[in-house]
Nanobody, 126 residues
Framework: DVQLQAYGGGLVQAGGYLRLSCVAS????????IGWFRQAPGKEREGVSC????????YYADSVKGRFTIFGDNAKNTVFLQMNSLKPEDTAVYSC???????????????????WGKGTLVTVSS
């Protein structure tokens, strides 16, 4: 069975940082793009970033570009989302998901992703 598990959420002050981890199992890591999504209360789910180990492709939403960095560790089947300069508007439940193929050059769309992990809550206080 394919499983994804997100870790690393927590409470941080504005301007601070967190690193989220997404550990994947039951799939061939190189065959999939791993996307990070977030959903804040009362808002639609937003595709934040994507990483593909097969070709090194990445994608960042404009809302996080320059502050967030996504990278992977193939040996550990893990994708990390380093989040710096956090803002209160980054507060959301962050989830990771897997899609066959490389990252696309537009915001990850939830309906394209086949496997989902449970989210982790990120709270940024002002």
């Amino acid at each position: 069975d394919v499983q994804l598990q997100a870790y690393g959420g927590g409470l941080v002050q504005a301007g601070g940082y967190l690193r989220l981890s997404c550990v994947a199992s039951g799939l061939t890591f190189d065959d999939y793009a791993i996307g990070w999504f977030r959903q804040a209360p009362g808002k639609e789910r937003e595709g934040v970033s994507c990483f593909s180990s097969s070709d090194g492709s990445t994608y960042y939403a404009d809302s996080v570009k320059g502050r967030f960095t996504i990278f992977g560790d193939n040996a550990k089947n893990t994708v990390f989302l380093q989040m710096n300069s956090l803002k209160p508007e980054d507060t959301a439940v962050y989830s990771c998901a897997a899609e066959v193929g490389p990252c696309v050059d537009y915001a990850p769309q939830y309906y394209d992703y086949d496997y989902w992990g449970k989210g982790t809550l990120v709270t940024v206080s002002s």
